[in-house]
């Protein structure tokens, strides 16, 4: 429940809901003063009504119910056991609300504070200032536009921590800040410092050559970028291209979101998905935190360019039909005081818990805290300020995992047991946090899509808030690229289990959607490799050109690139998402300058240009995502039920599945292939192959006929009530279609 950042911890009036209906509780007499007959019998008067009002609250917490709870049960009856758990969540979920009517006017309004706090330019051409600093003893606004005088321009003391003040227009009726020019807040602390920070709400700040912090700058162009192009809808097949503008080019610099939108989103176009991922746009401070570490929320890294140009980079996006997501970090925030959140008025608090709770010991980070009403106040209004000021259309939350427990997943091994999701380690405050986050947008944006990035497999993730749940659209199956990378780490070829295998892609909780993926952003950094390196490692520098024969680990590691690929596609969500450049094996790891590298930009980058040399073999892996990407647009396996699997061959090593009446045929044996193999298939009819590892055009062997019929049989076979017979090389993966059944969806 949220705590009431007053002055002294009191509650606005328009909070008081109950004390209204009650009799006023008249201070005690002072000591060594005989009580007053009248005054006790109204202390206790008070008493028994104060009483009667706790047993009323606790009958009606007794009552609440969560709507849509057997719903959740349908799925999986044994969350019964934790319904008191699911109750209180719920309830707790509900008192916000209505405080939130009652104090706010709702959370329309609530979540456009982005209006009202920072800087806001009047129809006059005033300039009104609002922060939140409770701890603070004075504060003052310095910039440019006065010289930097520390005094000049005082702000006003108002109630509940909040400080205000007004800049009327210059004579010439222009702005008193003029665009593009600095500010600083200047805060006086009780203990006599005096601090100079960057409003929480900044949104722009930009960081001089050489300049050890960031610079808060006043953005209001007289002329700002206008959307022109609606959002896309919803896609029931989400199809996600995970990217990072800086390392979005060939060149070793940081890139900007200009060349992002003439250079990649036509390449993304290409490639068939039809959802970006956006990360480290949040301004960080330090670039080699992969974005993870956020100075400003409300600020688009300046690093790549203007606000207006990461606006143009998504109005381009949603001209192609592409939704674009912006990776959110508010699961944590940077240490950084000159140029972060941290300290902002001085007390070690203020947004954050105070320490130790609100140190994160493995991120040296802050930690929220979302008791606080005026941190949900900035956190709601933040999603809302990314949502309408540069129409992103969803979230991925990074941290989840960290954000739900008190342990913060911090040498926790989660076993699956129910026990472990909920109880004493579950940080309410947080959980209640996202479901008012997720009923939030989905209310206000009904084709918003929210990711979670979480480990821990907490159930009702992925189902809705009235159902008890934390209401994401996805969640991350994060344990799919460990996975991978276990198998190529640990295991020769004729090791590999295809049971074990096909138990990791399919093993997520029914109902709840997930967002597969072979390999994942932390697995391209330097210390660790990326799918294409495990599997061709040194030989990728002399070995790609088509000019020559393949070598055996080129061979193998092309084949398999693909085969990795497909099945997680095929078999691993109901979404796939793929980290900007692994859809053409990129070469060598991610790194960004530190001090380690002499803050060289050499491997902070992608080598785009590996695609233009016609020779080179990674056209074929790319050609392949593609045509991969494709074929599931044509018979959308992503939106379908989760597939059957009828074959798990150890000694073969072919799996056999079927999806959306689409059958997936992978022989993952290195040396054998078999000829007149049999398979289970669910609908009769004729298949013909609609994408095929195999094919010269994807680096294959080109060893199937793709003009090739075959016809079912009534024979049952793995559970299946038809089958058929096929030719399925080694090493090969192939999808086939029913040429007679409709595939819309």
Not at 19 to 45: I, R, T, Y
Not at 437 to 445: D, Q, R, S, V
Not at 454 to 478: I, K, N, Q
Request: glycine letters at 6%.
């Amino acid at each position: 429940m949220p705590r009431w950042d007053g002055p002294g911890g009191e509650k606005p009036d328009s909070l008081l809901l109950w004390n209204k209906s009650c009799h006023p509780v008249h201070s005690a007499p002072c000591p060594g003063q005989p009580a007053d007959p009248l005054h006790l019998q109204l202390l206790q008067q008070s008493a028994l009504d104060w009483f009667g009002l706790w047993r009323a609250m606790a009958d009606q917490a007794d009552c609440v119910s969560v709507p849509e709870f057997s719903r959740l049960l349908r799925m999986d009856p044994h969350l019964q056991t934790y319904a008191k758990d699911f109750q209180r969540r719920y309830e707790l979920f509900q008192k916000t609300l209505l405080q939130l009517e009652e104090a706010e006017g709702g959370f329309d309004q609530f979540t456009r504070s982005y209006w009202s706090f920072g800087v806001h330019r009047r129809t006059d051409n005033s300039l009104f200032f609002k922060e939140w600093a409770p701890a603070a003893e004075a504060l003052f606004l310095t910039g440019d536009f006065n010289g930097w005088d520390k005094f000049s321009h005082p702000y006003t003391k108002k109630e509940f921590g909040k400080w205000e003040l007004i800049l009327p227009a210059k004579h010439d009726k222009s702005p008193a800040v003029d665009h593009n020019t600095k500010l600083k807040v200047v805060v006086h602390t009780k203990a006599g410092e005096r601090l100079y920070r960057i409003s929480p709400w900044a949104k722009y700040v930009t960081q001089e050559e050489k300049a050890a912090v960031y610079d808060w700058v006043h953005w209001d162009p007289p002329q700002p970028y206008m959307h022109v192009h609606p959002r896309p809808r919803k896609p029931t097949n989400l199809r996600i291209y995970e990217a990072h503008v800086g390392i979005a080019s060939p060149e070793g610099k940081i890139a900007s979101y200009s060349n992002f939108t003439n250079n990649v989103l036509p390449r993304i176009k290409d490639l068939g998905y039809n959802c970006i991922q956006l990360m480290a746009v949040m301004e960080h401070a330090y670039y080699a935190s992969f974005g993870y570490q956020i100075t400003s929320f409300f600020a688009a890294s300046s690093r790549y360019g203007t606000p207006d140009e990461l606006k143009q980079l998504i109005d381009v996006a949603h001209s192609l039909g592409i939704m674009v997501l912006l990776d959110v970090v508010h699961s944590h925030a940077s240490n950084n005081t000159v140029d972060g959140l941290n300290q902002f008025d001085g007390s070690d608090s203020c947004f954050f818990h105070s320490p130790p709770r609100g140190q994160h010991s493995l991120w040296d980070s802050r930690l929220f805290n979302y008791s606080s009403w005026e941190v949900l106040r900035f956190l709601l209004s933040n999603l809302r300020w990314w949502m309408e000021e540069y129409r992103f259309d969803g979230f991925r939350f990074d941290g989840v995992t960290s954000m739900l427990y008190h342990h913060h997943g911090i040498g926790v091994g989660f076993s699956g047991d129910y026990s472990e999701y909920f109880g004493l380690q579950v940080d309410e405050d947080s959980l209640v946090y996202l479901m008012l986050a997720n009923h939030i947008l989905h209310t206000l944006y009904p084709d918003c899509i929210t990711i979670a990035e979480d480990v821990s497999g907490m159930p009702a993730m992925c189902r809705a808030v009235e159902e008890g749940g934390l209401g994401f659209d996805y969640r991350l199956a994060m344990a799919i690229p460990d996975k991978w990378i276990q198998i190529l780490k640990e295991l020769k070829d004729e090791d590999w289990d295809m049971g074990n295998i096909v138990h990791t892609l399919v093993n997520r909780r029914y109902g709840e959607k997930s967002i597969a993926y072979a390999e994942s952003h932390d697995q391209a950094l330097v210390g660790d490799k990326t799918l294409a390196f495990w599997l061709m490692d040194k030989e990728m520098y002399t070995n790609m050109s088509s000019f020559i024969p393949m070598t055996p680990v080129i061979d193998r590691g092309i084949q398999l690139h693909k085969m990795i690929r497909l099945i997680t596609h095929g078999l691993g969500g109901e979404g796939y998402l793929n980290f900007i450049g692994n859809e053409f094996g990129h070469p060598e790891w991610l790194d960004f300058p530190r001090e380690g590298n002499n803050q060289s930009y050499h491997y902070a980058r992608r080598q785009f240009n590996l695609l233009d040399t016609d020779h080179l073999r990674y056209r074929q892996l790319y050609f392949f995502d593609r045509d991969m990407n494709l074929t599931e647009d044509k018979y959308g396996w992503l939106a379908a039920p989760p597939a059957f699997v009828s074959a798990k061959h150890e000694d073969d090593k072919v799996i056999v599945f079927d999806r959306a009446n689409v059958l997936f045929i992978f022989n993952f044996h290195p040396s054998k292939s078999f000829q007149g193999y049999r398979v289970g298939v669910d609908a009769p009819g004729k298949y013909k192959i609609k994408l095929d590892s195999d094919a010269a055009q994807y680096g294959g062997h080109g060893r199937l006929d793709h003009s090739t019929e075959f016809f079912t049989e009534p024979q049952p076979f793995n559970g299946r009530p038809n089958s058929m017979q096929v030719y399925i090389p080694c090493r090969t993966a192939i999808v086939l279609a029913n040429e007679e059944l409709d595939y819309c969806y």
